[in-house]
Nanobody, 128 residues
């Protein structure tokens, strides 16, 4: 079992920045992959950024590359998402998720369907 608690959402103007935090606890195995996902009203949940245990491998959605950075602090069991140059289209509920590796070689996928452990979400609203 994995517990995830997000924080750091809010409302900002376009071009602004926010830093999301995810506090994790529970099974280390089930936290081999950790990521941020988002869901806007009327849209499907989508992957934003994923990081593996140890931080050696990351994945980003094309829409956020160069603007968002995922990082982790293993000692504190925290995962962060630094969001810069925010756009109105970044407005969504942002979720932290965790699960084990998929496939061989072990991979942390960007698709939400591979993750079974989810936080409650934190709202990000970007206005123009």
């Amino acid at each position: 079992q994995v517990q995830l608690v997000e924080s750091g959402g809010g409302s900002v103007l376009a071009g602004g920045s926010l830093r999301l935090s995810c506090a994790a606890s529970g099974s280390t195995y089930r936290r081999s992959c950790m990521g941020w996902f988002r869901q806007a009203p009327g849209k499907e949940r989508e992957g934003v950024a994923v990081i593996n245990n140890g931080g050696a491998s990351t994945w980003y959605a094309d829409s956020v590359k160069g603007r968002f950075t995922i990082s982790q602090d293993d000692a504190k069991n925290m995962v962060y998402l630094q969001m810069n140059s925010l756009k109105p289209e970044d407005t969504a509920m942002y979720y932290c998720a965790a699960d084990s590796y998929v496939g061989w070689p072990p991979t942390c996928p960007g698709e939400p369907k591979y993750y079974k452990n989810w936080g409650q979400g934190t709202q990000v609203t970007v206005s123009s």
